[in-house]
C-alpha cells in the first residue's frame, strides 16, 4: 500500500497550485478550475486519511464536498455571464469599478 | 442517535426552511399579470409573507429559549401548555429546565450559545426583510426572499454546529444564497461586480477552510491506533481529545488550525482577509449589504468561537507579551491588531458614506477579535466573561449596522446616491431619519449612554483580563481615531447645507426596521443587564 504520507504530499502541491492559480490567473475560468483544484486537494487528503484507519468519516465529507462544489460552480458561472454580458470580458482585473 | 423527540430542537431551521419554500411556491403557483400593478403586487406579496412569517419564527425561537418566560411545572396540562411545554424542553435549558442536552448525534449542539446566536441571526433577518420591502427585486421577487431565508438557515446551522461535515455544509448553506443576493440586480454593474468578487473570494475561502478540516481530521485519526470503527472522528470535541492523547499529529493540528481560522476569517473579513469586503458592501443592495455585514458576521464568529475552542483548546496558547506568547489566542491578537489600525486608518479618506460604513464593520471586527482573545484568560471565569463580551457586541453591533445602512438605504432611495455628499442637510430635509442615522453613527463609534459604548468597554475588559493590555491601548487608541470619520457623517448630516430644500420621503419599511434597530441600541445601551444575565448563562454549554 503507498504510504499515507505520499498522498498527503500530493494534495499540499496541488492545494498549493490551487491557491497560486487563484492569486495569479485572471481568466474568471481559470480562477474556477483552480478553486476546484483547491478542493479536490483537500478531497484527496480527507480520502487518505479515511483509507489509512479504514474510517469513513473523510469518505462522507468528501461526497458532501462535490456536490456543494457543483452548486457553488453554478452560481459562479451564472455570475461570470452576468458580468459577460455587460463588460463583454471574463478577466477579473477589468470587473473593476469598485476600488478605494 | 436521531431520536423523533429531536425535531422540536431544530424547530427555528425547519420552520425557516419551511417558510423559505412557501415563499417561492406562493410566487410560483399563482398566475401573476404582465402589468407593473400585478408585477408590484407579487413583490408585496412575497415580501409581506417573508416578513410575516420571519417574525413569527423569531417569536417561537424567543418562545422557545425560555428567556422571556419559563412555563412552571405545575401548570395544569392542556393543549395549550402541552405545546409550550414540548417547544421548550426542546430549548437550551432541557427538559428539566437545568440541564443543556448533548449535541444531537454529535453534531448540532441547542445550548445557549446556539439559541442566543439563533435569535440575533433571525432578527437580523427580519429587519433586512422589513428593508426589502420597498425594494424593487426585479422579475422573480420571490427567489429574493426565499434566499435570504435560506441564508438564515444556513447561519443558525453554522453557529450550533459541532462537527465539520455539518460546519462546512452551513457555511456553503449560508454562502452560495449571500453570493446570488449580492450579485442580484445583474444590470447593475456594481451589483454584478460584487457579486463576482464575494465568489471568488468566497470559494477561495471554503477550499482554505476545507484544507483546514481535512488537515484536522487527519490529525484525530492519525492519532488513533489501529482501524476506527466509531464513526465519530469529525467531531469537534473527539478531535480535542484525539489531541490530546498525542501522539504525531501535533504539526498537522497546527496547520489545520491556521487554515480553518484563515477559512472563517475571511467570513468575518478581518485583516489580512477583508480584500473583499469593502467593495462587496459597496455594490451589493444596500439591505443585503446590511445582511451580509452583521449576519453573516456573526455567525461566522460563533462558528469561529466554536470550532477553536471545541476543537483546538489546547493549542489556545497566550496573548500576553513575553516568553509564553503563542497560540491561537496570540494570532488572533495579531489579527485584531491589523484589522484596527487597517479597518480604521482606510476608512478616513473614504468619500462614499457606504464605503465608509464598509471600512468601518471592517474594523469593528477587530473590536470582536478581541474578545476571543479572552479566551487566553486562566480563569474560567474571565473567560465566560469573554464569551459574553463577544455575544453583547454582536448584538449590539448587528442591530447598529442594521440601523445605519438601512438609513443609507432610504437616503438613496431618496437623493440617488450614497456618498457623503448625498446626506449633505439631511437634518433639514427629514430630522427622524436625521436623528436615527445620527445614533446609529454615535453608537458605532462608542459613545455613551448607547449600546456602543457598553459592548467597547466589556471588550475592552476581556482583552484586559486575558493579559493583552497592549492590544486594549492600541483599540482605545483606534477607536479615538474613529470618531473622525464619524464626525463627517454627522458634519455632513447636520452642518452642511443641502443640494435641495425640499423634504424627502422615506418607504415605511425601512423606517420601521432602523427605528427598531435604534430602540434596541437605546434599550440595550441604557439597561445592558437585560441581555448580559441572559449572555452569561453561556457558560452552561455543553462541551465548551
Same mark, same amino acid.
Given at each position: 500500500?503507498?504510504? $499515507? =504520507?505520499?498522498?498527503?504530499?500530493?494534495?499540499? %502541491?496541488?492545494?498549493t497550485i490551487g491557491v497560486l492559480g487563484v492569486l495569479i490567473r485572471r481568466n474568471a475560468i481559470v480562477v474556477f478550475m483552480s478553486v476546484e483544484?483547491? #478542493?479536490? %486537494? %483537500?478531497? #484527496? =487528503?480527507?480520502v487518505a486519511f479515511a483509507r489509512e484507519r479504514l474510517n469513513v468519516d473523510g469518505q462522507v465529507l468528501v461526497f458532501f464536498v462535490i456536490t456543494v462544489a457543483a452548486a457553488e460552480v453554478a452560481v459562479g458561472l451564472a455570475l461570470l455571464v452576468a458580468i459577460f454580458r455587460t463588460k463583454n470580458t471574463a478577466d477579473v482585473d477589468e470587473v473593476s469599478t469598485l476600488k478605494g | 442517535m436521531f431520536q423523533i423527540t429531536d425535531i422540536p430542537r431544530l424547530l427555528p431551521e425547519i420552520l425557516l426552511l419551511v417558510l423559505a419554500l412557501l415563499v417561492l411556491g406562493s410566487d410560483i403557483f399563482e398566475r401573476w399579470g404582465r402589468t407593473p400593478e400585478a408585477q408590484l403586487e407579487r413583490v408585496r406579496s412575497s415580501a409581506s409573507l417573508t416578513c410575516i412569517g420571519l417574525g413569527l419564527v423569531f417569536v417561537i425561537a424567543l418562545l422557545q429559549s425560555g428567556y422571556v418566560f419559563r412555563l412552571p411545572d405545575d401548570v395544569p396540562a392542556n393543549l395549550f401548555t402541552n405545546i409550550i411545554r414540548n417547544l421548550q424542553s426542546g430549548g437550551p435549558a432541557?427538559?428539566?429546565?437545568? !440541564? $443543556?442536552?448533548?449535541?444531537?448525534?454529535? =453534531?448540532?449542539? $441547542?445550548?445557549?450559545? $446556539?439559541?442566543?446566536a439563533r435569535l440575533a441571526l433571525i432578527g437580523a433577518a427580519f429587519l433586512t426583510s422589513l428593508l426589502c420591502l420597498d425594494y424593487r427585486p426585479n422579475a422573480h421577487p420571490a427567489e429574493f426572499y426565499a434566499l435570504i431565508l435560506f441564508a438564515t438557515a444556513g447561519m443558525c446551522l453554522m453557529a450550533g454546529a459541532t462537527e465539520l461535515v455539518l460546519a462546512y455544509l452551513a457555511v456553503e448553506l449560508t454562502s452560495i444564497p449571500l453570493y446570488i443576493l449580492a450579485g442580484y440586480f445583474r444590470?447593475? @454593474?456594481?451589483? =454584478? !461586480?460584487?457579486?463576482m468578487k464575494y465568489f471568488l473570494f468566497g470559494a477561495l475561502s471554503s477550499g482554505i477552510l476545507l484544507y483546514g478540516m481535512s488537515l484536522a481530521y487527519g490529525s484525530a485519526a492519525s492519532a488513533m491506533a489501529g482501524a476506527v470503527t466509531a464513526n465519530d472522528l469529525t467531531q469537534l470535541a473527539r478531535i480535542a481529545e484525539l489531541a490530546g492523547q498525542g501522539g504525531a499529529g501535533g504539526g498537522v493540528l497546527t496547520l489545520g488550525m491556521l487554515f480553518v481560522i484563515a477559512g472563517v476569517g475571511y467570513k468575518i473579513a478581518v485583516v489580512p482577509f477583508h480584500g473583499w469586503a469593502p467593495d462587496v458592501y459597496q455594490g451589493a443592495p444596500t439591505p443585503i449589504t446590511a445582511f451580509i455585514s452583521t449576519a453573516s458576521k456573526a455567525a461566522g464568529f460563533v462558528l469561529l468561537l466554536r470550532l477553536l475552542v471545541s476543537a483546538f483548546p489546547a493549542l489556545a496558547g497566550s496573548a500576553a507579551l513575553g516568553p509564553d506568547l503563542g497560540?491561537?489566542?496570540?494570532l488572533l491578537a495579531l489579527l485584531a491588531l491589523l484589522t484596527l489600525l487597517v479597518g480604521n486608518l482606510a476608512a478616513l479618506p473614504q468619500t462614499s458614506a457606504k464605503r465608509l460604513l464598509a471600512w468601518s464593520s471592517v474594523a469593528q471586527a477587530g473590536f470582536m477579535l478581541l474578545a476571543l482573545v479572552a479566551w487566553a484568560a486562566p480563569q474560567q471565569f474571565d473567560r465566560d466573561q469573554g464569551v459574553a463580551a463577544l455575544l453583547y457586541y454582536l448584538v449590539v453591533y448587528t442591530l447598529t449596522n442594521l440601523g445605519a445602512f438601512g438609513a443609507l438605504a432610504a437616503v438613496a432611495l431618496a437623493v440617488g446616491g450614497d456618498e457623503i455628499a448625498d446626506l449633505n442637510g439631511l437634518a433639514r430635509r427629514h430630522l427622524p431619519l436625521a436623528v436615527l442615522l445620527t445614533l446609529c453613527v454615535l453608537s458605532l463609534a462608542g459613545v455613551p449612554p448607547l449600546a456602543g459604548f457598553f459592548a467597547k468597554f466589556y471588550v475592552f475588559m476581556a482583552g484586559w483580563q486575558a493579559g493583552a493590555p497592549w492590544l486594549v491601548v492600541v483599540a482605545l487608541a483606534t477607536t479615538v481615531v474613529s470618531l473622525y470619520y464619524y464626525l463627517r457623517l454627522l458634519k %455632513?448630516?447636520?452642518?452642511?447645507?443641502? @443640494? !435641495?430644500?425640499?423634504?424627502?420621503?422615506?418607504?415605511?419599511?425601512i423606517t420601521a426596521a432602523v427605528a427598531l434597530a435604534v430602540a434596541g441600541i437605546v434599550v440595550l445601551g441604557l439597561f445592558p443587564n437585560l441581555v448580559l444575565n441572559v449572555f452569561s448563562r453561556v457558560q452552561l454549554v455543553a462541551g465548551l
Amino acid at each position: 500500500m503507498v504510504p $499515507t =504520507a505520499y498522498y498527503i504530499i500530493l494534495s499540499a %502541491a496541488l492545494f498549493t497550485i490551487g491557491v497560486l492559480g487563484v492569486l495569479i490567473r485572471r481568466n474568471a475560468i481559470v480562477v474556477f478550475m483552480s478553486v476546484e483544484l483547491m #478542493l479536490n %486537494a %483537500a478531497n #484527496l =487528503a480527507l480520502v487518505a486519511f479515511a483509507r489509512e484507519r479504514l474510517n469513513v468519516d473523510g469518505q462522507v465529507l468528501v461526497f458532501f464536498v462535490i456536490t456543494v462544489a457543483a452548486a457553488e460552480v453554478a452560481v459562479g458561472l451564472a455570475l461570470l455571464v452576468a458580468i459577460f454580458r455587460t463588460k463583454n470580458t471574463a478577466d477579473v482585473d477589468e470587473v473593476s469599478t469598485l476600488k478605494g | 442517535m436521531f431520536q423523533i423527540t429531536d425535531i422540536p430542537r431544530l424547530l427555528p431551521e425547519i420552520l425557516l426552511l419551511v417558510l423559505a419554500l412557501l415563499v417561492l411556491g406562493s410566487d410560483i403557483f399563482e398566475r401573476w399579470g404582465r402589468t407593473p400593478e400585478a408585477q408590484l403586487e407579487r413583490v408585496r406579496s412575497s415580501a409581506s409573507l417573508t416578513c410575516i412569517g420571519l417574525g413569527l419564527v423569531f417569536v417561537i425561537a424567543l418562545l422557545q429559549s425560555g428567556y422571556v418566560f419559563r412555563l412552571p411545572d405545575d401548570v395544569p396540562a392542556n393543549l395549550f401548555t402541552n405545546i409550550i411545554r414540548n417547544l421548550q424542553s426542546g430549548g437550551p435549558a432541557g427538559p428539566t429546565g437545568a !440541564e $443543556t442536552l448533548p449535541p444531537i448525534i454529535g =453534531a448540532f449542539a $441547542t445550548d445557549h450559545l $446556539t439559541m442566543i446566536a439563533r435569535l440575533a441571526l433571525i432578527g437580523a433577518a427580519f429587519l433586512t426583510s422589513l428593508l426589502c420591502l420597498d425594494y424593487r427585486p426585479n422579475a422573480h421577487p420571490a427567489e429574493f426572499y426565499a434566499l435570504i431565508l435560506f441564508a438564515t438557515a444556513g447561519m443558525c446551522l453554522m453557529a450550533g454546529a459541532t462537527e465539520l461535515v455539518l460546519a462546512y455544509l452551513a457555511v456553503e448553506l449560508t454562502s452560495i444564497p449571500l453570493y446570488i443576493l449580492a450579485g442580484y440586480f445583474r444590470n447593475d @454593474a456594481r451589483s =454584478a !461586480e460584487a457579486g463576482m468578487k464575494y465568489f471568488l473570494f468566497g470559494a477561495l475561502s471554503s477550499g482554505i477552510l476545507l484544507y483546514g478540516m481535512s488537515l484536522a481530521y487527519g490529525s484525530a485519526a492519525s492519532a488513533m491506533a489501529g482501524a476506527v470503527t466509531a464513526n465519530d472522528l469529525t467531531q469537534l470535541a473527539r478531535i480535542a481529545e484525539l489531541a490530546g492523547q498525542g501522539g504525531a499529529g501535533g504539526g498537522v493540528l497546527t496547520l489545520g488550525m491556521l487554515f480553518v481560522i484563515a477559512g472563517v476569517g475571511y467570513k468575518i473579513a478581518v485583516v489580512p482577509f477583508h480584500g473583499w469586503a469593502p467593495d462587496v458592501y459597496q455594490g451589493a443592495p444596500t439591505p443585503i449589504t446590511a445582511f451580509i455585514s452583521t449576519a453573516s458576521k456573526a455567525a461566522g464568529f460563533v462558528l469561529l468561537l466554536r470550532l477553536l475552542v471545541s476543537a483546538f483548546p489546547a493549542l489556545a496558547g497566550s496573548a500576553a507579551l513575553g516568553p509564553d506568547l503563542g497560540g491561537w489566542t496570540s494570532l488572533l491578537a495579531l489579527l485584531a491588531l491589523l484589522t484596527l489600525l487597517v479597518g480604521n486608518l482606510a476608512a478616513l479618506p473614504q468619500t462614499s458614506a457606504k464605503r465608509l460604513l464598509a471600512w468601518s464593520s471592517v474594523a469593528q471586527a477587530g473590536f470582536m477579535l478581541l474578545a476571543l482573545v479572552a479566551w487566553a484568560a486562566p480563569q474560567q471565569f474571565d473567560r465566560d466573561q469573554g464569551v459574553a463580551a463577544l455575544l453583547y457586541y454582536l448584538v449590539v453591533y448587528t442591530l447598529t449596522n442594521l440601523g445605519a445602512f438601512g438609513a443609507l438605504a432610504a437616503v438613496a432611495l431618496a437623493v440617488g446616491g450614497d456618498e457623503i455628499a448625498d446626506l449633505n442637510g439631511l437634518a433639514r430635509r427629514h430630522l427622524p431619519l436625521a436623528v436615527l442615522l445620527t445614533l446609529c453613527v454615535l453608537s458605532l463609534a462608542g459613545v455613551p449612554p448607547l449600546a456602543g459604548f457598553f459592548a467597547k468597554f466589556y471588550v475592552f475588559m476581556a482583552g484586559w483580563q486575558a493579559g493583552a493590555p497592549w492590544l486594549v491601548v492600541v483599540a482605545l487608541a483606534t477607536t479615538v481615531v474613529s470618531l473622525y470619520y464619524y464626525l463627517r457623517l454627522l458634519k %455632513a448630516i447636520f452642518i452642511e447645507p443641502p @443640494a !435641495e430644500n425640499t423634504p424627502l420621503t422615506t418607504p415605511p419599511g425601512i423606517t420601521a426596521a432602523v427605528a427598531l434597530a435604534v430602540a434596541g441600541i437605546v434599550v440595550l445601551g441604557l439597561f445592558p443587564n437585560l441581555v448580559l444575565n441572559v449572555f452569561s448563562r453561556v457558560q452552561l454549554v455543553a462541551g465548551l
